[in-house]
């Protein structure tokens, strides 16, 4: 039996919803995302597409590219309702979905084109009940595989309907630019072009990956491959997170420890709480920093214990912290020696390290997920970490009753009401986001 699958892609999805609630906005540029000076676009309709803008713009450039746009905050609870209702009508054709994000997913349709006249009247099937109960409108491709399938879904955008069929795989592709193969971004086409590989066909012309390696190094056969539509991956309806984490851009920079202090204590909590939530350990944590000129780094630990507590993953956070900025403190005390010293800010630093230059983004994160966390023979250790269970146990139990702002720590109550609690809405609604969007 051929193996069918399709890719289906709510168009424009946030602002289409915006437009469905609110009919005085169709026809209208729609942009949806943060409204803050920093905030950035999560999804544009295309109407204003048409002016240039696009999902992760900051929202400064989209206003100077469509001052007359409407702009609109996310309704994070009305996206979900409506994804929904588009999941169960799925349900209605297979079981077997893999949900990519709100408004993405894959379905295997494998042995259900007979029931219609071909994969096409199936793919116009689904649409058409889509529409029929939501009054929305979705693209959908269908093809032999998971990359053909994600591949002809953007081919005819909005409302598209496109078959890659079988024997076609090859010549589909061939005229493509490489940047439509899957996991192929901006860095690895330009090595690519560099090698002389502009098209999926230049790719399709070797006899094997050899000449992709000194390119694109181990994911030569990968890419290779998909080059040609091979692609057997399945369509995985558990499909595992390899991460957790939390992340915020700052209306302003920032400099204060004080300050970057409550904020890994907030990140430690969130991300303690989606992992209890799955059900997940995980052994490594590792943050991020972005600083005001851009560059971000970032620094990891493994630890000795998988861990889904607030308390390690903040600790852990700390010690990371003062090792960046202590080897970056470390280069920029060179640099001068060389160039004349600048003064630093002055602010209590008990605990953490102050920043060598402002802050733009910071995050937290934990990977090397699993179900069960590896024990360590240390009594004091394990006694330490039983207390942190429990009393995790009673507050989840807490905020699912009467709400996370119910209790609290100092530090997140610091956090939540320091700036008017305008940083804790946004992070509110990254946190919802991030819920969606798991890697």
Known sequence: MRRWIMHVDMDAFFASVEQL??????????????????????????????????????????????????????????????????????????????????????????GITHKFTGPKALGRAIKDRVFEETGLIISAGLAPNKFLAKLASDLDKPDGLVVIPYGKEYESLANLPIKRIWGVGPSTERRLKDGGFSFIKDIQALPDETALVPYVGNQARRVWELARGIDERPVETDRQIQSVGNEETYEYDVEDPAVIDLELHYFANRVAKRLRKYGLMGHTVSIKVRYKDFKTVSRQKRLDSSTDQERVIYDTSVLLWNKLMRDALSTKQEEQDVMGATPRPKFDNSILEVPVKPIRLLGVTVSGLSTEGIVQDDLFSIEADEKDEKLSTVLDSLASKFGEGAIMSGALWRRAHGDGGERRKRSELKAEIDLDTEE
């Open 21 to 110: 609630d609110h009919p005085e906005y169709k026809g209208h540029p729609v942009i949806v995302g943060g409204l803050s000076s920093r905030g950035v676009v999560a999804t544009a309709s295309y109407e204003a597409r048409k002016f240039g803008v696009h999902s992760a713009m900051p929202i400064s450039r989209a206003k100077k590219l469509c001052p007359h746009g409407i702009y609109v905050y996310p309704n994070m609870a009305r996206y979900k309702e409506i994804s929904q209702i588009i999941h169960k009508v799925m349900e209605e054709f297979t079981p077997i979905i893999e949900p990519l994000s709100l408004d993405e997913a894959f379905l295997d349709v494998t």
